[in-house]
């Protein structure tokens, strides 16, 4: 049986073997370089290179505390000899909208702000949004990616370590007030550890933050497969949907772990390229690392159909 969208289009029947037809109705990107999917499209198209050197104050002192010349198989011990990527920058959240005291945010890691626009902006895609069509709220679930959970972690693990790093720094030999003095210089700009430091560095917390704000009521969670946690977020999606669970999903990636101690730990190794991203290439020497989000908006087929959505593709199966 061949179905036609609402807008003329033939995407194929909902009989088509074991795997139910999945159609997505709705997506967003938050990327460098790209506030959303149609800047990232153009992107694409225009063949735009986003990787570029670490921007300046991105790491907490000079690229060159942590970096050693080489290469992958030849770094030196605790150093990255990577130090390019493709990074986020500019972005604001609004908190007046999301109704988030602006004295909780940074306590909250950027993984998770923009999970919430991505996954809204989806919403609002599929015409879904606080002004467009009635929507069961009750029957959207939500998954989202995350491998480490940001950066926020690292940055405010500094506090927790403060006052061993000044006994040791006196143990040592420095006065009191230099070793004072040391410390809080190790965690000027730290996150301050209060009650809502810890939801805001849970990987899991990424996608209950989103079902929260958009008051998302069906099944929730997070999904790590490293590199192929955003397959596998799609995959998790699909089965809900088949499985009759929910009607809607709001499948989604967010992730922004650039740090130093990262690009350190995978040039041990060997991941990172210095130089270049080439990947199914004889050139390859590596990957480069890059942060964004993303997000699906997914509907079973037959019944994106039924509800006159617009169609932007069909899912007829996963593999990987």
């Not at 000079?62 to 992958?72: I, L, R």
């Not at 500094?158 to 003095?181: F, I, T």
């Not at 990424?206 to 999904?223: F, I, K, T, W, Y």
């Not at 955003?230 to 989604?252: E, F, K, N, P």
Request: contains cysteine; aromatic residues 6%.
């Amino acid at each position: 049986m061949t179905i036609t969208t609402a807008d003329g289009k033939e995407v194929g029947g909902t009989d088509q073997g074991p795997f139910e037809p999945i159609a997505i109705i709705g997506c967003s990107a938050l990327m460098p370089d790209a506030d959303d999917a149609t800047a990232f499209w153009q992107n694409i198209i225009d063949s735009r290179v986003s990787i570029r050197d670490l921007p300046e104050g991105r790491w907490p002192g000079p690229v060159e505390q942590f970096w050693a010349e080489g290469g992958p198989g030849d770094v030196k011990e605790n150093r990255t000899y990577a130090k390019i990527g493709a990074f986020v920058e500019d972005f604001e959240f609004n908190w007046r909208r999301w109704r988030q005291p602006p004295g909780t945010l940074p306590q909250i890691d950027p993984c998770q702000l923009w999970a919430v626009e991505v996954a809204a902006s989806a919403l609002e895609h599929a015409g879904y949004g606080d002004d467009g069509r009635e929507l069961d709220r009750s029957r959207v679930g939500v998954v989202f990616a995350n491998a480490l959970g940001g950066e926020n972690r690292n940055e405010s693990n500094q506090r927790v370590w403060a006052e061993r790093n000044r006994v040791l720094a006196v143990e040592a030999g420095l006065p009191e007030s230099s070793s004072q003095a040391f410390v809080d210089s190790m965690v000027e700009g730290a996150p301050k550890v209060t009650e809502d430091t810890m939801p805001g560095e849970l990987a899991n917390v990424v996608s209950g933050r989103v079902a929260n704000l958009l008051d998302l009521q069906g099944p929730n969670h997070a999904m790590d497969a490293a590199c192929a946690s955003s397959l596998a977020a799609l995959l998790d999606a699909c089965r809900l949907l088949h499985a009759r669970q929910v009607d809607a999903m709001i499948c989604g990636a967010s992730d922004r772990t650039m740090d130093p101690a990262t690009y350190a730990k995978f040039s041990a190794i060997g991941a990172l390229s210095p130089s270049h991203s080439t990947p199914f290439d004889a050139r390859a020497n590596g990957f480069v690392m890059g942060e964004g989000a993303g997000a699906l908006m997914l509907k079973r087929l037959s019944d994106a159909v039924r509800d006159g959505d617009e169609v932007f593709a069909v899912i007829r199966g996963i593999g990987g």
